[in-house]
């Protein structure tokens, strides 16, 4: 079975005035579908990987056939990023509580400091790429960038909050100021989402 | 001495339609500007101060170490050269030695635009398509982020931006689009040609 481009869970216009109606068209509708596109061609001949999740196939790439790996470590991961981005966003923004709080208190001594590093791992990765706050290997909080559409389950981590920081997910909106994107993209965050990946990551 | 922003070759909106003087404004005026002014800062007071750009290039170059000093460095490179690959009805055929020396290459003008495309749309995130010179033959590359073709082994001819920056306020996500509009209407053969020596 082909995979598929799900709508977003919201209208366009919703994230405004953070994130623009335009640039949750052409980001959802044109970007996202893309990579789903592309991944499709790709496993056109490889039956036995179609019926796999994209996160099966994005954590175990070093297992994948040679002709298919590139084009599963680009689109599949375009595919898998953008698919979480989608539910990490939601109108009116929110608060974290409860356990994820608490860790992240634990961990980064508050929430602005993790937000500071957050942002500092978004602005410092040069050319294209992601932001994430992660529960590492060991079972602690952690926030890692990763180039182009690398996903951090790929290296044995558990991404429970991503942030794109493509220019293609600001630049009709904040051109080269993607410090101010990052500033930004906080009033929309949807820790519900990130609490339900840091619970299922610590199980 | 400090690195400066080049001028322009031309005005902010000799490229129009193609190429719109707002996004010239961003690219040149804002990525650009900030490249040379995060170098001047990353220099500033190291043995590299008062060096040329291909000098700090060759120094950090293939050093994870001074990625941010390279990266720089190598950008203003980049867009110093991209900004002089493009002219005002500019783009089409090359005439001349260097048409010549496509045919030679790549067989036809055709063969070489579609090679050239490939080479651009397949680079995937950020980074540049590139013809280059390499011991004498014309050869199409790409390269990610800021990385370039480095002499002696490879000399610069042509290069096109595809940092979505380049093209999203005018293009958004058609990157083929946009390539195809620098090789029809953009590419300063002139200059391609004043590369080749």
């Known amino acids: 079975m082909a995979f598929e481009l799900a709508p977003l869970p919201y209208a366009f216009a919703a994230l405004e005035p953070y994130i623009d109606a335009k640039t949750m068209e052409i980001h959802h509708d044109k970007h996202h579908a893309t990579y789903i596109t592309n991944l499709n061609t790709a496993l056109a001949n490889s039956a036995d990987l179609q019926g796999k999740s994209v996160e099966d196939l994005v954590k175990n790439l070093s297992s994948l056939p040679d002709a298919v790996r590139t084009a599963v470590r680009n689109n599949g991961g375009g595919h898998l990023n953008h698919s979480i981005f989608w539910q990490q966003l939601t109108p009116g923004g929110s608060q974290p509580s409860g356990a994820l709080l608490d860790a992240l208190n634990s961990t980064f001594g508050s929430l602005d400091t993790l937000k500071d590093q957050f942002n500092k791992a978004g602005l410092g990765r040069f050319g294209s790429g992601w932001a994430w706050l992660v529960v590492d290997g060991s079972g602690k909080l952690a926030v890692v960038s990763t180039a182009n559409q690398d996903n951090p389950i790929t290296d044995g981590a558990s991404p429970i909050l991503g942030v794109d920081v493509w220019e293609h997910a600001y630049y009709l909106n904040y051109q080269n100021r993607r410090a101010d994107y990052l500033k930004a993209i906080w009033n929309v965050i949807n820790w519900n989402d990130v609490s339900a990946r840091f619970a299922a990551a610590v199980k | 001495m400090t690195f400066e922003l080049p001028a322009l070759p031309y005005a902010e ?175 300063n053969w002139d200059f391609v040609a004043k590369n080749l020596g």
């Open chain 2, 13 to 187: 909106n000799a490229l129009e339609p193609y190429y719109s003087a707002r996004t010239i404004s961003f690219h040149y005026g804002k990525h650009h500007k900030a490249y040379v002014d995060n170098l001047n800062k990353l220099v500033a007071g190291t043995d590299l101060e008062g060096k040329s750009l291909e000098e700090v290039i060759a120094a950090s170059a293939g050093n994870p170490a001074k990625a941010g000093l390279f990266n720089n460095a190598a950008q203003i490179w980049n867009h110093t050269f991209f900004w002089q690959c493009m002219k005002p009805g500019g783009g089409s055929r090359p005439t001349g030695r260097i048409a010549q020396m496509i045919d030679e290459a790549f067989g036809s003008y055709e063969a070489f635009a579609a090679q050239f495309k490939a080479a651009a749309i397949g680079r995937f995130g950020s980074g540049w398509a590139w013809l280059v010179l390499e011991n004498g033959k014309l050869k199409i590359t790409s390269t990610p982020n800021a990385e370039m073709p480095v002499p002696p082994g490879q000399h610069a001819l042509l290069t096109v931006d595809v940092w979505e920056h380049a093209y999203y306020l005018d293009y958004q996500n058609r990157r083929p689009d946009f390539v195809q509009t620098f090789l029809d209407k953009l590419i």
